[in-house]
């Protein structure tokens, strides 16, 4: 029998193979797409990691903790507590909570027993002293928190998806396989990211001290910038129903609204940006290994 895979509009009912296949390949396409659930922590934590294994433990930890936290909520949509999940306040304070998450693990890079200063998009302790190294853990704190936020794939998981599971026993069985979906690529993107770094051409300890600045500044200010958009939503839960609908029949591609704004703001303005300047001090201020 053949049935023809629909990542755009899946349908309910469908035999139990198809139906975890979906599931995976949605994972991946979420992986894939501009989300801001994963690509600013994955950038960040990949970037901090300065090298091929540690970017794709750091997207291993991330994804794999959002795995756990998708088969926890599959779960709990199979139990007919989806229509909770898709309460609008819940993503808004996921945001909040996941911001105060990455404005912390920013700060805790930066301070390296010092007192620090913020000037634009830089924290200033010396310029680029060594910083503090990223622990794996918080990668992992950050994917759980992030996993509960809601857009059109958890959508599509928790309403379609999960009821379809014929037992409560498997009801967890599509977000593991969408968690895993993302895991495949963020591990890899996470990976390239950290080779990225290697590459740059300068000593062991200058593309340190580049890595753990740029990760530091995007998490602090991206975590701020999920923070508002949270505390906006809370206050104006209309406001966050701006979006630009293009032609493309993608999730997160198709309406392009606040989720967009986030990832294009910490990851291209505040990360590439942060990078860009942290290169331009090494090529003129080089430190020792």
Same mark, same amino acid.
Request: zero cysteines; a positive charge.
């Given at each position: 029998?053949?049935?023809?895979?629909?990542?755009?509009?899946?349908?309910?009912?469908?035999? *139990?193979?198809?139906? +975890?296949?979906?599931?995976?390949?949605?994972?991946?396409?979420?992986?894939?797409?501009?989300?801001?659930?994963?690509?600013? *922590?994955?950038?960040?934590?990949?970037?901090?990691?300065?090298?091929?294994?540690?970017?794709?433990?750091?997207?291993?930890?991330?994804?794999?903790?959002?795995?756990?936290?998708?088969?926890?909520?599959?779960?709990?949509?199979?139990?007919?507590?989806?229509?909770?999940?898709?309460?609008?306040?819940?993503?808004?304070?996921?945001?909040? *909570?996941?911001?105060?998450?990455?404005?912390?693990?920013?700060?805790?890079?930066?301070?390296?027993?010092?007192?620090?200063?913020?000037?634009?998009?830089?924290?200033?302790?010396?310029?680029?002293?060594?910083?503090?190294?990223?622990?794996?853990?918080?990668?992992?704190?950050?994917?759980? +928190?992030?996993?509960?936020?809601?857009?059109?794939?958890?959508?599509?998981?928790?309403?379609?998806?999960?009821?379809?599971?014929?037992?409560?026993?498997?009801?967890?069985?599509?977000?593991?396989?969408?968690? +895993?979906?993302?895991?495949?690529?963020?591990?890899?993107?996470?990976?390239?990211?950290?080779?990225?770094?290697?590459?740059?051409?300068?000593?062991?300890?200058?593309?340190?001290?580049?890595?753990?600045?740029?990760?530091?500044?995007?998490?602090?200010?991206?975590?701020?910038?999920?923070?508002?958009?949270?505390?906006?939503?809370?206050?104006?839960?209309?406001?966050?129903?701006?979006?630009?609908?293009?032609?493309?029949? *993608?999730?997160?591609?198709?309406?392009?609204?606040?989720?967009?704004?986030?990832?294009?703001?910490?990851?291209?303005?505040?990360?590439?940006?942060?990078?860009?300047?942290?290169?331009?001090?090494?090529?003129?201020?080089?430190?020792?290994?």
């Amino acid at each position: 029998m053949h049935i023809p895979i629909n990542l755009w509009n899946p349908t309910s009912g469908l035999p *139990i193979p198809w139906v +975890l296949l979906t599931a995976w390949l949605l994972g991946m396409l979420h992986g894939i797409t501009p989300d801001e659930h994963t690509w600013p *922590i994955t950038f960040s934590y990949a970037i901090g990691s300065y090298s091929r294994r540690g970017g794709l433990m750091a997207g291993l930890s991330f994804s794999l903790a959002f795995t756990v936290q998708r088969g926890i909520a599959s779960e709990l949509a199979y139990l007919a507590l989806a229509r909770w999940m898709e309460n609008p306040h819940i993503d808004a304070v996921v945001y909040v *909570i996941v911001g105060i998450a990455m404005a912390a693990a920013g700060f805790y890079i930066r301070t390296r027993g010092a007192v620090i200063h913020l000037h634009g998009l830089e924290t200033h302790r010396h310029d680029y002293d060594e910083l503090r190294e990223i622990p794996p853990q918080l990668a992992m704190v950050h994917g759980f +928190l992030a996993g509960w936020g809601f857009g059109s794939f958890a959508l599509i998981l928790y309403t379609v998806l999960a009821p379809s599971m014929h037992s409560a026993w498997w009801g967890w069985a599509p977000g593991v396989m969408f968690g +895993l979906g993302t895991t495949l690529v963020q591990a890899l993107a996470g990976m390239l990211f950290g080779h990225w770094m290697t590459r740059l051409g300068f000593s062991a300890g200058t593309i340190r001290r580049i890595a753990q600045s740029t990760a530091g500044t995007t998490l602090w200010w991206g975590g701020w910038a999920f923070v508002t958009a949270g505390t906006v939503s809370l206050i104006r839960p209309a406001w966050t129903s701006w979006a630009i609908v293009t032609p493309l029949k *993608i999730h997160n591609l198709h309406t392009l609204g606040i989720g967009f704004v986030l990832v294009t703001f910490t990851v291209l303005i505040v990360g590439f940006g942060s990078l860009w300047r942290a290169v331009k001090w090494a090529k003129h201020r080089p430190v020792r290994s």
